[in-house]
């Protein structure tokens, strides 16, 4: 049985975990202080945790990093903890994301993904994201490059907004 996924915005006392999550998940890391400078930035920067609702004290699960500025959905980072991939915690946070970005008037999203995530990759057609571009040698630790993706931010992008939230 899948979780219940629960988002609730980043705070500090929450930095231990994203950054253990983050470690497990990227290569090149973000540090402590990139999520602290979103958490106490502007306010086009939202930071959300992902959290099991049956197992609330066992802190977060999962973060998501994204802007809402001039109209356009900037998805910075997002992350599950391994043992929790591919049980819809990503796809909740992406349909929170684009759930803010439509509150903001945003009415388009982008991000960029590496070309060798697969998952991510995968995850990111479902909510209508379409490579646009490629930022050639992007990640500095491989020189790999990135690729750029857009979508139009809509209510029922991913099926996810008109159901349960939850898939």
């Known amino acids: ?57 066992a802190g977060p699960r999962g973060y998501v990093c994204f802007w809402t500025l001039e109209g356009e959905l900037s998805i910075q980072n997002i992350a599950t903890h391994p043992d929790d991939r591919r049980l819809g915690g990503a796809s909740r946070m992406v349909a929170e994301a684009f759930a803010e970005g439509l509150k903001a008037g945003c009415q388009w999203a982008w991000l960029e993904v590496r070309p060798t995530n697969a998952a991510a990759m995968d995850l990111y057609s479902k909510w209508g994201f ?25 209510a029922d992008a991913g099926g996810v907004l008109k159901g349960s939230g939850n898939r």
């Open 1 to 57: 049985m899948s979780p219940v996924w629960i988002l609730d915005k980043m705070r500090p006392e929450h930095l231990g975990r994203v950054v253990e999550i983050e470690r497990q998940s990227f290569t090149t890391p973000w540090p402590a202080d990139a999520f602290l400078s979103d958490i106490e930035g502007e306010p086009w920067a939202h930071t959300l945790v992902l959290l099991d609702g049956d197992r609330p004290h």
């Open 130 to 154: 379409r490579p646009v571009a490629r930022r050639l040698g992007y990640y500095e630790d491989t020189g790999e490059d990135a690729i750029v993706m857009c979508a139009r931010v809509t």
